[in-house]
């Protein structure tokens, strides 16, 4: 199973977002659920970095599934920056309903 973990702050300024787990869908190389989170997570996150320049850290091994994108407390994201990263939350929460929670599950957590 993928969770996907959105990680707020206080006054839900989107902090970090952390991808664990390969989904289980199917076998390695045939997983349309695994593929289909990888490819919403990157997109947006290429997104953020390529169109509106955002800054940020990321951490990621393709093996385990494990992807982290921590950005920064000092400088609050765009609000179009907002809006990609609204709609990767919710294409991710449609494919959680989709195909079940048993190969997804989406968190939104405040810290």
Sequence with gaps: M????????????????????????????????????????????NSLEGLAGEKFSETTDEETGFMNFVFPEDKPLQEKSVFLLDAMVYSLENLSREYG???????VKEV
């Design 2 to 45: 993928t969770t996907v973990e959105i990680r707020k702050d206080k006054k839900g300024s989107y902090r970090q977002i952390i991808c664990m787990g390969h989904a289980g869908y199917a076998k390695a190389g045939e997983d349309i659920v695994c593929a289909a989170i990888s490819v919403l997570v990157i997109s947006a996150m």
């Design 101 to 107: 929670k048993k190969y997804l599950q989406v968190k």
